[in-house]
Each structure stands twice: as structure tokens, then as C-alpha cells.
């Protein structure tokens, strides 16, 4: 038997392990602190289960386990000290975070120990790897270049669950939509790199429109520049990633960032309320109207959409705090959970599209290839949510050609190659997780 370790049972697990357990030859067993989540990801599975703090005692249970391969589902943050113990226990990692400094820096002790450390291998990133290596790679070879990149992905409610002004519900950690309202975003214009810092890429939205689906708006998200390197589009003049959003949501970040809530000031949160909390940091006296000066700082009027987004958002509740002490961003989080669920039966939505504006020298002829990948799930049901099929299924399918030695290079490894695009590309299709292709001619 070969044996795969799951180090966390959070919202992702669910199809990565029923991926697995469903193989012939493999054993998983799940490793979290929280029983429930562990009950809920092996529900139906003949996988086990094991409750202990995952994040501390990752090379004990190496130790004991000897799992052929490790599967880290935990917060980015823990990844590193995961790899680590997987080269020093000889052990294949695969990951859906992405692949950092630190973790670049075990390159070479992985390739000295024969461990491959294959991450980003997830949604975003990891399929958007899969099918933009692919379309670029397909360019080249006909002779084309790329003159610009431009990639979007958003994991948001169907259509059909949109119930709240905020046009947002949570199918990941809070924790981590919070922390990236103040990343910052770095692309590329006109082959000059451009910064947007601390979050300043929500004041510069833009509106698209997906075909079949309407229109949203989108927003850069992280650094698009190691792109060019990771896709071999050296000739590239224009990269753009972003983040796909119902339109009015970054309007209502940019108003809670105004507002002080995605500080990392810790705050004692007990016997306080929003406006009790607002009053003191802004200095607003008991007898003014609060509603109108929080108005004045975002600058808007009672009527815009974005103050009613924050009334409906609970700013102007006069009830106690979800949290007793921690920082603004742990409260906005807190305060996201409460507000933005998905409930039973609930469907949600994953939407990515590529799309490349490429010239063909012999012809002389530009064209624009999109590449567009849709894909549903339902809260509560056998499947999963869309976030955690596409998501959870990457990392599993990783794992299974690690089992059985389909991956043959040491060291870390982002699947931007052929031998790992294609197929996982093709298996994914055969879950229905797939991109329609089509071509336009611009001039």
C-alpha cells in the first residue's frame, strides 16, 4: 500500500481526500486539531483520521506515519515548516500555496535529498498554471509571440445564491480574503512594472465582461511579473492577474480601509460596538451624528450604494463586538463570517479566464486567444463546493503521479511543463473542470 498524509481538514479537504481514498493501493489518513472537520472530510471514505495539532507536530507524524507523499492544506503560513520536514524526512510534498522565497530556498536540499516539493498546484494558482503554460506554449509553436497576458480568477456565489449587498459569500478562510485587502499588486504596462501598494489596486477597478455570465469587476492581485519567467514569455510587453468580484465590492473595501478596519493595531474589543469603536477612533463627539461623519470620511452620501453595504454590513450596530481583543483585521474577519456564510444547499461559483493578445511575424496578423473555465458546486452536497473541487482535486491528482513516479524530477517543482499539464489538464476534464477555447482575429 502507499500511504498519502493530509496535514489539515479545512474547507478544500473534502474532495482531495474522497479523490484518494477512492484509488486502489492508497491509504490517507487526515491529520487536524478539530474532530469535526476531520468527521466531515471522511464521511463516506474509508481514509483515517488523526486529532492533533498539525502545524506543531509535523515531523513527529512523518516519523510515525512514513507516508510516501504529504499534502499540505493548511495556511500558507505553515507550508515552509512543512517542506522542511518532508526533505528532512524524505517524503514528496505537494501544495496549492504559492511557491515563495522561503520555499524556493529549499531547492536545492530537496534535490540532494530525491524529494520533490511540487506547489501551486491548487485553483489559483495551479490550474491557471495548467492551461496558460499550455496556451502559451501552443503559441510559440505556431510561430506566434505574446504581446499580453491577461488572467482573472474568482471563487464567489452562483447567481442564484447572490442574497446579500456585498455580492460576496465566504467559501474560504476569512482570515485570508481580509489579508489581501491590503496586499500589494505589481503588473506590467507597456513592458514598464508598475507597484500598487497596501491595497491601492481596489481604487483601481475595472469592469469586464464574461461571456455567458454578465459583467464584473476585477482588480490586480499580487505580482504578475514572475509570470513572464514561469510562462517563457520573455517577448511579453503587458501582464495583468487579477481578482474577479461582483461590481461594488471594491468600492466597499476601499470604505472599511478608509475607516481604519483592516489595521493591524491590536484593539481590546470588550464592552464595544461599532459605533462605540468608530466614535473613539475618529474622534467623533456622543452628540454628532455618527452615520454622517463616517459618510464624510469615505465620502458618500446616505443614498449610495456603498453606505448601505456598510449598514447591511452591521457598522452602525449598536450590539456587542464578535471579538473580545485582536486586530481590526481579525474583526472584519470576524465580522465577514458572521454576515457573508454559505448555507446548505447553497451554490457557488468559480469563474477564470485567460486571455492573450499575440502577433504571428509571418503573417502579420494579431489575435486575441481566451481561454474561459466556469464551474458550479453546491454547499452540503457529495461534491463539494466549486472552491474545494477545484481547489482540493489538483493537489490529490499531484499526489497520485507522485505515487506513481510520474513526476521524476527533484527539488521544487511548479507544473508549468508539459508532462505535468497535460495530463492533470485531460483528468480534470474528466470531473468537469474544463476551459472553452476561442479565437478571434483583431486585425
Known sequence: ?????????????????????????????VVDAVQENLDRVLEGTRGKGIRADAASRMGEL??????????????????VPLAEQCVKHRVHMVAPSYAKEELRALDGPAREAGVTLLAELGLDPGIDHLSAARTVSRIHHMGGRVDAFWSVCGALPAPESNDNPLGYKLSWAPGSLVGASRRDARI????????????ETFRRVGLTEIRGLGWFEHYANADSLPYVKLYDMPEVRNVYRGTLRYPGWCETVCALRELGFFDLERVDFRGRTFPSLLRERMGISSSACLKTKVLERIGARPHHAVALRLEWLGVFEDAPLPLEEGTLQDLTAAQYERR???????????VMEHRYEATFPATGRRFRFTSTLVDRGTVGSPEGTSIARTTGLPPAMGARMLLEDRVRRAGLVVPTTPDLYEPLLEELEGHGIRFREREELLD
Open 1 to 29: 500500500m502507499k500511504n498519502v498524509l493530509v496535514f489539515g481538514a479545512g474547507r478544500v479537504c473534502g474532495p482531495c481526500v474522497r479523490y484518494l481514498a477512492a484509488r486502489e493501493g492508497v491509504d490517507v489518513t
Open 62 to 79: 512523518l516519523e510515525r506515519e512514513r507516508p510516501q507523499v504529504a499534502i499540505g492544506l493548511l495556511p500558507p503560513r505553515f507550508l
Open 188 to 199: 506590467l504596462e507597456d513592458g514598464a512594472e508598475r507597484l500598487l501598494p497596501d491595497g
Open 340 to 350: 457573508l456564510p454559505f448555507l446548505p444547499g447553497e451554490r457557488d461559483l468559480v
